[in-house]
């Protein structure tokens, strides 16, 4: 008997109701989505090592009966270790279970197991060996499942109270139920080209793999049948964005007037420095795309203090000068209020009409807003995802600056798109990253776009000197910053948190208060944080700005926008507790004049392997990408990618970073494909068609 891919989990034999609630919280609610949840490693139980071949430091399998088990109990807490001795045949094994109180009771003398872990030597007893926390697998019965021993045994990652064998004889009874005449989803000749097993095969060898296969290519996720659905999920993903790029440069935009004289006068005017050559040659590459009638989709990649919102605003200007409007979305509201500030700054110059919208404001406010933006007033529109509320109408929206477009879904992008199209016409797209992205990663996540970088910072920057100390240390920290301001210097000092919270973080304005009093008494302190409003923000970095301020204490609002040429020094307190992207952004705020400058971590004596990974970085390096291979080694893709708080690229077989090459592959098959005019219609037609659940994982609902 086959079934539907699309049948409910719990009609699958080994799963039933509480078992499919446990699997909802998975988002697995079907037998393909069951299918999709993958072994993340494979057992060899066709050969079993003897106890007494073990050696230290190695990996092993054994099988071996309970000889006793008893867990000893810790002076504090109810956490036990569990000390177990197995033995096979050939000798005796000690293994240890921290946290192991739980198996107290549940295994007994006599009970057959199946062991999986590293062998190390025994610090208490050095002449023997024993197994920390090795994996088990405990059977009733002399006669093992087919799905247990004799193969190459998939293992799996519990859920819940659903554990790695259960989850392996239900995935054992879904195999079955694939039907043998299962339509494969790559073109035939392109399967057929790469020596590609059919996605029946690959789907029930990557779950149990054939007698003969590679145990090592198994673990590497580099088994054929691994491989085809790895390449299957990157080569749809990169198919949508092909057939998007086609789809997208075959749309009406605005082509504008850019080489009017009063054009490059408006530009000249708003210039605060002499620019790049850098920015002057991707300035270049947008106005060649703004003069042509089709919309521009580019993506603006420069590291921090590159100059991106210049260049970005340069290009609304061109914008602005044909007679049209443009937008400006952010993410968060702390980072559309810092570009709302920047924009109309720089842009004063020019008289050019600035508006603000984000949820925060007051409704009479936003009213206002909305009707200067309705009647064409307000030329420049600054906001977050306010900007795609139903009531919000431009009078003639053409050029979009997204900002960080990978922490906002497909549909909120598109809806602000929507916005221009309203009027007739495609806008004209830019989009902002401050994250150096390795290129296949790129490839990734704007495929469909074309790429300009700013790879030169402007000229007078200094080298950052960035260290790292302890919070014992802080009384040094504050005497060279006394020194700095004395020199007549500026300085920032970072928290976390605004208010006291129960984490136990040092926060903002608690620290504000303690270091004018306390620490820096006779120096001029500022606060800045994500509460305040627009005019008190603005009104403290105007200070800021004049030096009127002398140390401005703040939150992560000074993460972006913030350019004060006199701050030379960053001292970021609990930075264990920030990201790397984060931690680069904020030092990016200092060595922008010509003085030294220095950004000082503090952090507390003990913390996690990867947060002094991550300080260590950040002493090593001030090169984006560098630390942007580290950030994505330390978190992987998906937090990278910010997918967390998007739900973008759902791969649930690939990585892009561990298969770097099938997405190259699979990216130059799709756009291949998709550059054949008599197929392009056919494979719109070939996604359409795949289930809801494929089209909202890898964006698919944008193709046609």
Same mark, same amino acid.
């Given at each position: @008997? ?124 050095? #002449? ?73 095969? #690959? ?57 009017? /004289? ?40 420069? /590291? ?20 049209? !409007? ?41 009213? #206002? ?42 549909? !909120? ?76 210097? !500026? ?49 403290? @970095? ?158 698919? #609902?944008?193709?046609?």
């Amino acid at each position: @008997m086959s079934l539907s891919l699309a049948t409910e989990v719990r009609m699958i034999k080994g799963v039933g109701p509480q078992r499919a609630e446990l699997l909802a919280e998975r988002g697995i609610h079907t037998l393909e989505d069951l299918l999709t949840y993958l072994p993340f490693r494979y057992e060899d139980r066709i050969h079993f090592s003897n106890i007494r071949d073990i050696q230290p430091n190695g990996t092993y399998t054994i099988r071996a009966r309970v000889m006793s088990g008893q867990a000893v109990r810790r002076m504090r807490g109810r956490d036990a270790i569990y000390h177990l001795l197995v033995q096979d045949d050939s000798g005796s094994l000690a293994c240890k279970f921290f946290h192991g109180g739980y198996l107290e009771g549940r295994l007994k003398p006599g009970q057959l197991l199946i062991l999986h872990g590293k062998a190390e030597i025994d610090k208490l007893r050095p #002449a023997r060996l024993e197994m920390i926390n090795p994996q088990i697998e405990v059977f009733r019965s002399e006669e093992m499942d087919s799905t247990e021993v004799g193969r190459i045994v998939p293992i799996y990652e519990a859920i819940g109270t659903f554990g790695s064998r259960a989850i392996r004889r239900a995935m054992y009874a879904a195999v079955q139920l694939l039907d043998p005449k299962m339509p494969d989803i790559l073109p035939r000749e392109l399967s057929a080209r790469l020596g590609y097993p059919s996605r029946r095969d #690959a789907i029930i060898h990557t779950h149990f793999p054939p007698p003969g296969e590679s145990l090592d290519a198994l673990n590497a996720f580099r088994s054929p049948a691994q491989q085809r659905l790895i390449f299957e999920e990157f080569f749809l993903y990169q198919l949508s964005l092909a057939l998007e790029r086609r789809a997208t440069r075959k749309e009406n935009a605005i082509a504008f007037r850019v080489r009017e /004289d009063k054009v490059r006068e408006a530009l000249k005017r708003i210039l605060p420095f002499k620019p790049t050559a850098a920015q002057k040659r991707v300035l270049a590459e947008i106005a060649a795309d703004l003069e042509k009638p089709a919309p521009m989709n580019r993506l603006l990649q420069g /590291d921090v203090g590159s100059g991106k919102t210049i260049v970005a605003l340069q290009a609304a200007v061109i914008a602005m000068e044909n007679g049209c !409007q443009a937008a400006l979305m952010a993410p968060t509201e702390i980072l559309a209020v810092q570009h709302y500030l920047s924009a109309r700054r720089i842009l004063a110059a020019g008289g050019y009409r600035v508006e603000l919208l984000i949820s925060g404001m007051k409704f009479s406010e936003k009213t #206002a807003a909305l009707e200067r933006i309705r009647s064409g007033e307000a030329q420049l529109v600054v906001g977050t995802h306010a900007l795609i509320e139903d009531n919000v109408e431009f009078a003639r929206l053409a050029f979009v600056t997204i900002d960080e477009q990978h922490r906002f879904g497909v549909m !909120q992008r598109k809806r602000l798109m929507d916005k221009a199209a309203s009027h007739g016409h495609a806008p004209h797209v830019l989009v902002l990253t401050a994250t150096p992205i390795p290129r296949t990663l790129s490839l990734t996540l704007y495929g469909d776009l074309d790429v300009s970088v700013l790879d030169e910072l402007p000229p007078g920057r200094t080298p950052i000197v960035t260290r790292m100390t302890t919070e014992p240390h802080l009384p040094g920290v504050w005497e060279f910053l006394r020194r700095e301001v004395q020199a007549g210097h !500026q300085a920032y000092i970072v928290y976390p948190v605004i208010e006291e919270s129960k984490l136990e973080l040092k926060a903002a304005m608690e620290e504000y208060q303690r270091l004018s009093k306390e620490v820096f008494p006779k120096l001029k302190i500022g606060l800045l944080h994500g509460r305040l409003s627009s005019e008190e923000k603005e009104e403290v @970095m105007q200070r800021f700005r004049k030096n009127e301020v002398q140390i401005l204490v703040a939150t992560t609002v000074v993460e972006v926008g913030v350019d004060v040429p006199n701050a030379t020094v960053m001292v970021i307190e609990h930075a264990e507790r920030f990201g790397l992207s984060q931690l680069h952004q904020l030092r990016g705020r200092i060595g922008r004049g010509a003085a030294k400058s220095h950004c000082i971590l503090v952090a507390p004596l003990r913390m996690t392997e990867e947060a002094k990974a991550r300080l260590e970085t950040m002493v090593r390096t001030a090169d984006g990408f560098e630390i942007a291979e580290t950030d994505l080694l330390l978190r992987g893709p998906g937090e990278f990618f910010g997918t967390r708080q998007s739900g973008d690229l759902g791969f649930h077989v690939a990585s892009p970073l561990r298969d770097r090459e099938l997405l190259e592959r699979a990216r130059r098959e799709a756009f291949s494909l998709a550059d054949d005019t008599a197929r392009a219609s056919s494979l719109e037609e070939m996604l359409r068609a795949l289930p809801a659940e494929w089209q909202r994982r890898y964006h698919l #609902a944008r193709v046609g």
